[in-house]
């Protein structure tokens, strides 16, 4: 196991979620970004503001900042 250093793969640069492989499943763009902050997990978007002020609509893993 690799330590230190932190791979948690890319971001959508659409819906900022992410992702694990070359694809956003919700957006399915390829316009993806490995420069992000802010690990966000989203598991009720209907109660979270957070959410709605992003625009999520599904559960998961999203970056709060996309460069
Ligand atoms: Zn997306």
């Known amino acids: 196991m690799a330590t230190g ?3 948690q793969g890319s971001v959508c ?3 900022h979620r992410v992702v ?3 694809q956003c499943i919700i957006c399915g763009t390829s316009n993806l970004s490995n ?9 009720d978007p209907e109660r ?3 959410a709605k002020r ?3 609509r599904l559960p998961g893993r ?6």
């Open 35 to 43: 420069d992000w902050g802010g690990y966000l997990v989203i598991i």
């Open 5 to 7: 250093r932190k791979k």
């Open 48 to 50: 979270s503001l957070v």
């Open 62 to 67: 999203y970056a709060l900042k996309v460069r």
């Open 54 to 56: 992003m625009n999520i």
């Open 13 to 15: 640069r659409e819906c």
């Open 20 to 22: 694990d492989g070359e």
